[in-house]
């Protein structure tokens, strides 16, 4: 009898896992599929929030939800060897490879002239309040706790503003906030939680589809057409990502895409904000095993339900239309496009919440990320959730423990393909 049984092996499953077993639970982490990342947490483009994306929203709480992950990963993950971001009065990365990469991105701010009539007035309301709120960022003392320290008064701005276009076609840009968020490496974070909940004695089933939840067990069957067999445990956390809505009716998928451009089209890092969100991009360059590429996004979202060939299509052309504004014309050929899935928790008032979510359903409690950045939150709160103090520290098993369980991002996959056909 197993004290938790975490159903689904994404990286909310994973780190809420790695977490526990540290605190001292036993826990089996039951996966569906052959490797562990594999869906989301390999469709996405790595991407650390530090909040300061957030800050031209008229809600607090996204910084807060964000800056409080950030001391949840300094104060219980600063430990493991690849964890490269620090604090003193600032943050920043000690090495150039680790989990976090070593280089700024930008907020590039579109001015009121690059929006809509009906928007320029909430929108130059939102600009104001994102250039105050980055004061509170630039004058944070980073040693301490940054979730307290927010919310007081804001200091002189002395963030760095550039009217320039930073070299890519942003047109109207109203000013560009020089950010220490960083990039994630998805892939080796997740390996070395692997390693951690493995060498603190955790147990790892995957090819274990979870069929039913019942108090104090789970309806589990392998793969290969083994009879159902009860895995019993004292709780159950349901991290299922995407197929939550095979258990409860309360969450909602949506589908996002992302364009992968293989060589990469610059080495900036940015998102464009715009209150128009087809006209929202984003840019990561990636540096992966000696591939470099690029991975664009922008902030439209689709029902999953409603995922249709001729959808896919429409989104695809309108990617390479806003890529090639920005970017120039480049070869088409270069380019592949795919669709990840975001999962939220429902609610009446709108659309995407970004946050993580910790919610007792009886037989199990329900545990989602919101991004994956935040998943080191989510593991220290589902820990409290249960009245387990989290440990800060633990060891980490030789790399050769887990080999091959945690998949290659598929952004990674595709432009190595791209890499080999050119
Ligand atoms: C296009 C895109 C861009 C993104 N960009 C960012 C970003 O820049 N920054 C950021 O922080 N986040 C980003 N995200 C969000 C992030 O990827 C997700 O929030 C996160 O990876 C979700 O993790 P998860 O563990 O909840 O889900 P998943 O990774 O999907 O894990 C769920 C797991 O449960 C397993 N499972 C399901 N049902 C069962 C069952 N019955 N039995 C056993 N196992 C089961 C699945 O096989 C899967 O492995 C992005 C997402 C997308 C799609």
């Known amino acids: 009898m197993k004290d938790f049984a975490v159903v689904g092996g994404g990286i909310a499953g994973l780190a809420v896992a790695e977490m526990l077993q540290r605190s001292g639970a036993s826990v089996v982490l039951l996966e569906k599929n052959k490797t ?37 990963l300094v104060d219980y993950y600063s430990w493991f060897p690849n964890m490269n971001l620090r604090v003193d009065k600032h943050i920043y990365t000690t090495s150039r490879e680790g989990w976090f990469a070593n280089r700024t991105n930008f907020y590039v701010y579109t001015s009121c002239r690059g929006v809509s009539w009906k928007w320029k007035l909430p929108w130059a309301v939102a600009l104001y309040r994102a250039k105050r709120r980055m004061s509170w960022f630039e004058t944070l ?35 560009a906030l020089k950010s220490r968020d960083r990039a994630m490496n998805t892939k080796l974070i997740a390996e070395d939680l692997l390693r951690s909940f493995l060498a603190n004695g955790g147990l790892v089933q995957t090819q274990t589809k979870v069929l039913e939840l019942e108090k104090g067990a789970v309806l589990a ?26 258990f409860e009716t309360n969450t909602k998928v949506f589908i996002s895409p992302l364009l992968v451009v293989y060589p990469a089209l610059t080495d900036l890092n940015f998102v464009r904000m715009s209150p128009h969100m087809e006209e929202t991009i ?29 959808v896919l299509e429409r989104v695809r052309a309108s990617m390479l239309g806003m890529a090639k504004r920005v970017f120039g014309d480049f070869d088409a050929k270069s380019t592949d496009l795919f669709f990840g899935y975001k999962t939220e928790v429902s609610s009446s008032s709108f659309i995407r919440n970004y946050l993580y979510h910790i919610i007792d359903r009886g037989n199990y409690t329900l545990a989602l990320p919101g991004k994956f950045s935040l998943c080191f939150s989510l593991a220290v709160n589902v820990c409290r959730h249960f009245g387990i103090e989290p440990v800060e520290q633990s060891r980490v098993a ?9 998949e290659e991002p598929l952004h990674y996959q595709m432009a190595k393909r791209l890499a080999e056909k050119s």
């Open 221 to 246: 069957k392998g793969t290969a057409g083994e009879a159902p067999v009860r895995i019993p445990a004292r709780h159950t956390i349901l991290a299922t990502g995407k197929d939550t809505t095979s």
């Open 398 to 406: 030789e790399p050769e423990t887990a080999p091959g369980l945690i």
């Open 141 to 175: 003392d980073a040693s301490r706790s940054l979730s307290h320290q927010l919310g007081f008064g804001a200091k002189p701005l002395q963030y760095v503003v550039h009217r320039s276009t930073l070299g890519v076609n942003l047109d109207h840009v109203a000013f």
């Open 36 to 72: 562990l990342c594999s869906e989301a947490s390999a469709e996405q483009q790595g991407w650390f929030h530090t909040g300061a994306l957030y800050t031209a929203l008229p809600s607090n709480f996204f910084c807060r939800t964000m800056v409080g992950n950030l001391d949840d």
């Open 282 to 310: 984003n840019h990561i360059c990636h540096r992966n095993n000696g591939l470099e590429y690029s991975l664009i996004g922008n902030a439209v979202y689709h029902d999953a339900r409603q995922e249709t060939g001729e």
